[in-house]
């Protein structure tokens, strides 16, 4: 089949997600011409959005896309083990990406979170390390990336309560967050009478209870509606488009620049390299024909675990192990998120049908480095996270406590007492690389193009995560039992397989022997490709990705165009 060869872009962004989705702005108004390559296409919030639980968390709406769930990664725990496939991928291919569907909270991580390993070593001494970790502090600070996450929340469009406005402590916010410049765009999400019940017994436990982050509308913001609280937000799409996806905002307003094309239902193959091995294009594939997209600048954002196989398929004669993997970098320190929740029975309704996920009260009294973890046998910690938004399918599912079988006619009546006194926490545990977790390619299993999909390999639960869970689970507990709860489920945490919250791969660092891209995201082999999303996170933090990854690539972007002529050649 032969390649139509298209004319050439100043950029080409693989992916239009919550990473490309955003960097596509800053290089739109900067007046660049943008090519958007995006396996998914657009969605209509009308059409393709449902107030119904079976269409969104039974059929699953994530699984829109055909490219995604194709090349789903393999999963085992150590090489001596058979991958399987680990389906169903927790991605979709969108325009927009994960972001319809996501739960939107958008938090900023903590400074500790940039110098973990540095700040470890001087409260603790090296030896609280992680055994086996390939820990390493950002290259970054937090200072460097705030005016970013400023940036991206007035962009997206964020709501919340800050809780240290320049060193003024305010407790309705979050007192253990780095000073902002600034409150947020818009006030926090109205809370429910059982997350104000958890925020009230917090605070009577001496913890310090907040309103998450979100970027949800809590009021009509730049043209768009304010959350209606339906209830279908977990796994659906927001069919009034409060819910801030970039693809009801960044990308459409780097469409209207008419810098940006944007490629739907492509499926890109190859990113291509010239005789110098400097980036000059991409290869993909749209209905059924292939074509050749050159580009001075590659913006690679097709997700943590596509990123790494993406550029471990593109071979050339100066990357013959994969593209910037000359130091075989690519695929490794990969770790998942661990997050773990913790279940409670109440012997009142609490109420919490409907609503969303990212209406809640946290405490993050417990997270990263908060605490003295003399003895514990742990570094990093645990937010805790109580919400609302539950189903009744769902609720069919949950917990009997030992207090009725699994099945019968004693498990209906116990479902019909209980259904609504049952209640479940969002956990996130601050998560590290080591040595034995890593992707690469899977050297039997095959997509329908014939190429191997990325393998997973897990490395097996980790020590340092697992004690950090299980002492978090306590506090959750003693939560719970506060507010009146009569029975209390934890479980022993193993740790992710296929993630939401997937990291490393391409990891973001000074020195090229141990990661793939500079400070600023670009290849530290092939300087006019750029890699944006979580694969360039060294740590994760104890909360969700999204706004972090959006502030980096914000910041890629705008580093590109201000070194446009040095990058791109």
């Known amino acids: 089949m032969s390649s139509t060869t298209l004319k050439p872009v100043d950029v080409a962004v693989i992916g239009l997600g919550a990473a490309g989705g955003v960097a596509v702005l800053p290089l739109a108004r900067a007046g660049l011409k943008i090519a958007g390559i995006e396996a998914g ?15 969104n968390n039974v059929r699953r709406l994530v699984s829109s896309g055909f490219k995604a769930q194709a090349e789903c990664p393999t999963l085992r725990q150590n090489p001596s083990q058979t991958a399987q496939p680990a389906r169903p991928h927790p991605m979709m291919n969108a325009i927009g990406g994960t972001t319809i569907h996501y739960w939107a909270q958008s938090w900023r991580l903590k400074p500790w979170d940039f110098r973990t390993r540095s700040a470890v070593i001087d409260r603790y001494g090296v ?45 309705a916010g979050n007192v253990f967050e780095a000073p902002r410049r600034a409150e947020y765009p818009m006030p926090p999400l109205r809370g429910s009478g059982f997350t104000d019940r958890m925020a009230d017994v917090a605070r009577q436990l001496g913890w310090h209870p907040f309103p998450p982050p979100a970027a949800i509308n809590s009021k009509p913001y730049r043209g768009r509606a304010s959350c209606a609280y339906h209830g279908y937000c977990a796994t659906g799409g927001c069919h009034v488009s409060a819910k801030n996806s970039t693809a009801v ?3 459409p307003e780097a469409v209207k620049t008419k810098n940006l094309a944007i490629a739907d239902r492509a499926q890109v193959t190859r990113i291509l390299t010239d005789a110098k091995g400097r980036v000059s294009g991409v290869h993909y594939l749209r209905g059924g024909q292939e074509f050749i997209q050159p580009a001075k600048v590659v913006l690679l954002a097709s997700y943590t675990y596509e990123n790494s196989r993406l550029l471990l398929l593109s071979k050339s004669a100066k990357h013959p192990n994969g593209l910037s993997n000359n130091h075989g970098q690519v695929g490794k320190h990969y770790f998942g998120h661990w997050n773990d929740a913790v279940g409670a029975l109440f012997p009142f309704d609490v109420n919490i049908w409907y609503g969303l996920p990212a209406q809640g009260t946290a405490v993050d009294d417990w997270a990263d480095d908060r605490y003295d973890h003399s003895g514990l046998g742990f570094i990093g910690g645990t937010s ?3 919400r609302t938004e539950r189903h009744p399918i769902e609720a069919a599912d949950m917990n009997t406590f030992g207090r009725a079988p699994n099945w019968g006619s004693r498990w209906k009546a116990f479902v019909h007492e209980n259904a609504a006194r049952y209640a479940n926490t969002y ?6 690389p080591y040595e034995t977790s890593y992707l690469d390619l899977d050297p039997t299993v095959k997509d329908p193009l014939g190429d191997p999909v990325c393998r997973i390999t897990t490395g097996g639960p980790k020590e340092n995560e697992q004690r950090a869970a299980l002492y ?18 934890k479980n022993v945490p193993n740790g992710p397989g296929i993630s939401t919250h997937a990291y490393g791969g391409t990891r973001m660092g000074d020195n090229v022997e141990t990661n793939v891209v500079d400070r600023w995201g670009f290849s530290h082999e092939a300087p006019n490709l750029g890699v944006l999303g979580a694969s360039v996170m060294g740590t994760s933090g104890a909360r969700n990705p999204t706004l972090t990854v959006q502030a980096l690539a914000w910041r890629t972007a ?6 446009w002529k040095s990058i791109a050649g």
């Open 558 to 563: 705008e580093h590109l165009v201000k070194n």
């Open 427 to 432: 956990m996130q545990t601050s998560s590290f």
């Open 41 to 55: 296409t657009w969605m209509d919030p009308h059409r393709d959005f449902h107030a119904d639980e079976i269409y």
């Open 472 to 489: 978090a689970q306590q506090k959750m507990e003693q939560w719970f039992r506060a507010a009146g709860a009569i029975e209390v489920l």
């Open 249 to 251: 905002t960044t990308i």
């Open 384 to 386: 805790l996270h109580v």
């Open 127 to 171: 030896s609280a390390i992680p055994r086996g970790s390939t820990l390493e502090d950002w290259p970054i600070s937090y200072d460097a990336l705030a005016p970013y996450y400023e940036t991206v929340e007035i962009e997206v469009g964020v709501s919340g309560k800050a809780g240290n406005i320049q060193g003024r402590i305010d407790p």
